[in-house]
């Protein structure tokens, strides 16, 4: 499979902004995502971006893509303890397949 | 509501034995995945369906078997030549073709534990 690759661990403090990094592999990805998994359940689709966008933004997340550099990043504004948990970044060229990077843990520290 | 439903939510196993692991939808989705979950390795795929009746092998495939009989249902079955089965089993569904795009939904999972 094609390789993502994120960094296991983020600590950020209550109300500071969290950024967690991606990169990918794939020039032909299409769709790149960003899931959640909270403690022993599945995960949930938090946003996407298309390929042709530089930028997305939903209430407290940005989703910023440099496909030069094949770098995508979550930031999250005012982080909150509820948004303790594994973030997946993950890509798609055809739709069919999925391709999920290792997952980072992120811990915000009241 | 429509979702995937994954069942049993915890699984234990003897040596030797097989067990199978249900995953149902109820969202009219064509595809079905099964992912398997190890700490600090992100998902792995197992296999994966795109029609009824037809079914391909993903990364780790060896030791398991999949049946899709019906579109709504993917059951996984982890045989005893599996030798490392202990994990948390994932299972997903989407559309296809253009709709495939806006992403998977993910079941709750099943922790499968070797005892």
């Known amino acids: 499979g094609e390789d993502v690759e994120q960094s296991l661990f983020l600590s950020v403090r209550e109300g500071d902004s969290s950024v967690i990094n991606c990169t990918y592999t794939?020039?032909?990805?299409?769709?790149l995502y960003w899931y959640k998994q909270e403690p022993g359940a599945g995960l949930q689709l938090l946003t996407y971006?298309?390929?042709?966008?530089d930028m997305k933004q939903d209430q407290r997340l940005t989703v910023l893509l440099n496909k030069k550099d094949k770098h995508l990043s979550l930031r999250i504004a005012d982080t909150q303890t509820g948004d303790s948990a594994i973030y997946f970044c993950?890509?798609?060229?055809?739709?069919?397949?999925?391709?999920f990077g290792t997952g980072t843990s992120l811990t915000v520290i009241p | 509501d429509g979702g995937i439903t994954q069942s049993p939510k915890y699984l234990f196993r003897k040596e030797g034995q097989n067990v199978t692991l249900s995953c149902e939808q109820n969202?009219?989705?064509?595809?079905m995945y099964w992912y398997r979950q190890d700490p600090g390795q992100g998902l792995r795929l197992i296999y994966y369906?795109?029609?009824?009746?037809?079914?391909q092998k993903g990364d780790i495939a060896e030791g398991y078997s999949v049946s899709r009989e019906k579109k709504e249902s993917f059951p996984l079955t982890v045989t005893s030549a599996q030798k490392n089965p202990t994990a948390f089993y994932l299972c997903?569904?989407?559309?296809?073709?253009?709709?495939?795009?806006?992403?998977?939904?993910f079941g709750s999972g099943t922790r499968l534990t070797v005892v």
């Open positions: 969202l009219n989705h064509d595809a």
């Open positions: 794939d020039s032909s990805s299409t769709y």
């Open positions: 993950a890509e798609s060229y055809t739709g069919n397949q999925f391709y």
């Open positions: 369906s795109q029609i009824v009746n037809d079914f």
């Open positions: 997903a569904s989407t559309r296809t073709g253009t709709e495939a795009f806006y992403g998977y939904t």
């Open positions: 971006i298309f390929s042709n966008m």
